[in-house]
């Protein structure tokens, strides 16, 4: 039988971190390349007195279908949540919960553009939101960073070429904090000049923010949301970093509209989020285990930045640049420019060293020098092992690069 | 702001059944609207001992990010369940795990139509399909039904128009065994038909089989995957009806092909089902807890469809039609053909019972004096004075009826 697929999944590719999830179990090998928290962060013991009080207190209930738009429980819990961390002032009539942020990304440019439609991020971006944008025919046009994030300035040149050609973007998708795959966090100023732009053009902006209570350093930037008078914004936010990723637990916050869609999506897509997952993450909030947990994690992972911030140091020197990142899960790695990071990652998984090449996070115009090291998943004396591989990897390639 | 939503998002509506649980809460009302099992089934202490056991075992790999394509050990699981219950041969690598068989529902229909493509199904047909497939443009047409299931012949000539037009459909959609809405199951000479036809021609079959353990008389009939020799057959259940819908948990076991698209969408839209869940119900297998649990259920379920049956029959007496499904969740009603379910529906909800109106599982060309009556969430008692009630709302709109 041979198989007709539709045009969007015949466009499908596995992304190369998907192919890079092969070599993971090769022996020995230290991988940059997930995005995954680190495994003593998941509270084991809290999850498993929440569960079972949750199943002997109202286990019928949370065992039957769910709610499509989430748990109410976790609605009211996240309403606090979102004051107390973001200044975010909602009601828990404008959360949805998804399967991760990733069903939310998935779901905000299925519902917001019609194949071929475009939309603007930051470049590079999340793979993972390439990933869902492509699945739906969403075409992303990425707009240069530096070191205070996205470049307002090309940014607004970039709309009034679109308004231009009667043409605007659906929607800026954005990581202001700690983004992915950059670890950079925009600037207070072009925080406020992008919601200027998306008030006078009315473009609505998608703020994902997976990694804002993972701050290291440095001072509290205020996110979107919290700056939008307009109802501009659908903020996103996962558990996944704060609680666990396998639980796949993530809201949104959005005005109305956007809510009666993403809810009739949901309905069509999964019915509803698991609703035990909900349950636990509601009960782990009300208990107050966030606060309780979270200190000791953002100490862990403040020690792997600041360890592989060394180790670049002491193996790379001057022959490389490297973002300085005050929170989340990445650092990007900018090597020699005659380096090509695709081509060398197959003699650095050699090495016992991996890494996601920087190429994979752009929707155009990649780099071909770059890539994206996460900290958050290895031991310390991984770090300093793998950047040293790395880094032997790195003066090899040039050596094989003919002059 | 104004949102602009794509073609698809703007073409979604709120369903009847969505609309129908604003009465849920209504005291004292009756529904035979959802299809949802009935709470006593779920086995809350197994699943309280489970989970606590996975988390002290292997908590840390559980609430981490899993795989997209899912927990092997359910998958093992799944090849002996699949074997042992529908005699089904495959191995781990042709399942793919889902947000419940809602999700792979979607999956299936954005995987292999591009909008405005065309498949066939039963009609009536269940409506979360309905709502999976509209949301990715693909179209459904309906093929009548008599008491032994799809009229196979009517397929056939479908086919062959089409087939003359040039368009044949991008797969066939059916509910073999106890199907929803109806009840009705496809006899075997029919399920043979089905399957010489998509042999012939070349279309996949899409056999969606959630009720194949809730069977309370008659022989079990094979599913049309274990008679499928050519690999035509994409088939689909869930864990919904034998553990718990709230864990949203389902299975397909397909092609390669069609499994590494599955896996490549999924990975866009979730990237994994909820590992803890995938674990409980591997557990719940490997336990024998299934096999243990469902005798019981079944009996109940069978008490509950005779009890609805009887109250039919001494309350509509020869006034209406309806199935006499051998297993399942449902019986389908036909009142005189002058009513108007969904008219009726309102007064009905007055009287405090409710029902989903068959229109609304119709693709195309509804019955209008049809419903929905779901036999497995009301207790007994609820069952008899449910069908009182309808009975009685179905004489009065009779009266209200001008002649």
Redesign the interface.
């Known amino acids: ?9 015949d466009a ?4 190369e971190i ?1 192919e890079l999830l092969k070599y993971v179990s090769v022996p020995g090998l230290i991988s940059f390349g ?1 995005g ?2 680190h ?2 962060s ?1 509270p ?1 013991n809290d ?2 007195t929440i ?2 009080d949750l ?2 207190e109202k ?8 709610s ?1 738009q989430g748990y109410e429980d976790l609605r009211v819990q996240l309403v606090k949540l979102v004051k107390e961390t973001e200044n975010i002032s909602t009601d828990k009539d404008h959360f949805v919960l ?3 942020s ?2 939310a990304l ?1 779901s905000v440019s ?5 194949p071929g ?1 475009e939309v603007l991020c930051e470049a590079p971006t999340y793979i ?1 939101t390439i ?2 944008f ?2 739906n025919g969403t075409v992303m046009r990425g707009i240069p960073m530096d070191e205070n994030g996205i470049l307002t300035e090309k940014l607004e040149e970039k709309i009034k070429t679109m308004k231009a050609a009667g043409k605007l973007p ?1 929607f800026i998708y954005l990581i202001p904090t700690f983004q992915n795959p950059s670890g950079i966090s925009l600037s207070l100023d072009r925080r406020k000049h992008v919601l200027e732009l998306a008030s006078r053009y ?1 473009i ?1 902006i998608v703020e994902d923010n997976p990694y804002g209570e993972l701050r290291y350093s440095g001072n509290k930037l205020p996110s979107l949301k919290s700056l939008d008078k ?3 914004v659908i903020y996103m936010s996962t558990f ?1 970093k704060i609680l ?5 637990v993530g809201f949104t916050c959005a ?1 109305d ?2 809510v009666n ?1 993403m809810n ?2 949901k ?11 909900e349950a636990i993450a509601a009960e782990y909030l009300k208990r107050d285990l966030m606060r309780k947990n979270m200190p000791a994690v953002v100490k862990m992972y403040r020690e792997k930045r600041d360890t592989m911030i060394d180790a670049l140091e002491t193996n790379f020197g001057s022959d490389a640049n490297w973002s300085h990142p005050d929170g989340g899960m990445f650092l990007w790695l900018a090597l020699n420019d005659k380096i090509n990071t695709t081509d060398m990652l197959k003699r650095a998984i050699e090495k016992k060293v991996a890494y996601v090449s920087g190429s994979a996070f752009y929707p155009n115009n990649p780099t071909f020098n770059t890539m994206r090291l996460n900290f958050t998943y290895s031991d310390n004396d991984q770090i300093v092992d793998g950047i040293s591989r790395l880094a032997k990897v790195a003066k090899e390639e040039i050596s094989l690069i003919a002059p």
């Open positions: 039988m041979q198989f007709k697929f539709s045009a969007l999944a499908m590719k596995p992304s998907r997930g995954m928290p495994p003593s998941f084991v999850i498993n569960t079972s199943l002997l286990g019928r209930q949370l065992l039957q279908y769910g499509t998804t399967a991760g990733q069903e998935y299925k519902i917001m553009t019609t439609e993972g990933s869902a492509r699945a659906k009315q609505p307009e109802d501009l996944s666990s990723p396998g639980l796949r005005p509209a956007v869609k009739l999506l309905q069509a897509t999964n019915l509803a989020t698991n609703t035990l997952a």
